[in-house]
């Protein structure tokens, strides 16, 4: 059964940082792009952040850009969000979702396997 579990949220103070994790299991993330995508109260769910199955492409939303950074380490089955200075408005759920390479286009859409998400808070 393919799972994604993340981890590393958290309440920090507006400027610091967190890394969210991203570990799969039932199945190799090799072949599959990985995206970060958020949703806070009372807003619709938005792509963050997605990285190619090799790596070698990514693509970040511009309210992140300069500050966030997707990673993956495929012999660790995991992807990593680097979130750098944070902003009150990065309060929100975060998930990571997987698709498979074959069908990923380069954007944050239609990715069909998700985790169950991890909290992120921003405020001092």
């Known amino acids: 059964q393919l799972q994604l579990v993340e981890s590393g949220g958290g309440l920090v103070q507006p400027g610091g940082s967190l890394r969210l994790s991203c570990a799969a299991s039932?199945?190799?993330?090799?072949?599959?792009?990985i995206g970060w995508f958020r949703q806070a109260p009372g807003k619709e769910r938005e792509g963050v952040s997605c990285?190619?199955?090799?790596?070698?492409?990514?693509n970040y939303a511009d309210s992140v850009k300069g500050r966030f950074t997707i990673s993956r380490d495929n012999a660790k089955n995991t992807v990593y969000l680097q979130m750098n200075s944070l902003k009150p408005e990065d309060t929100a759920v975060y998930y990571c979702a997987a698709l498979h390479r074959v069908y990923y286009s380069g954007s944050c859409v239609g990715f069909d396997y998700w985790g169950q998400g991890t909290q992120v808070t921003v405020s001092s």
């Open positions: 990285v190619s199955s090799s790596g070698a492409s990514t």
């Open positions: 039932g199945f190799t993330l090799d072949y599959y792009a």
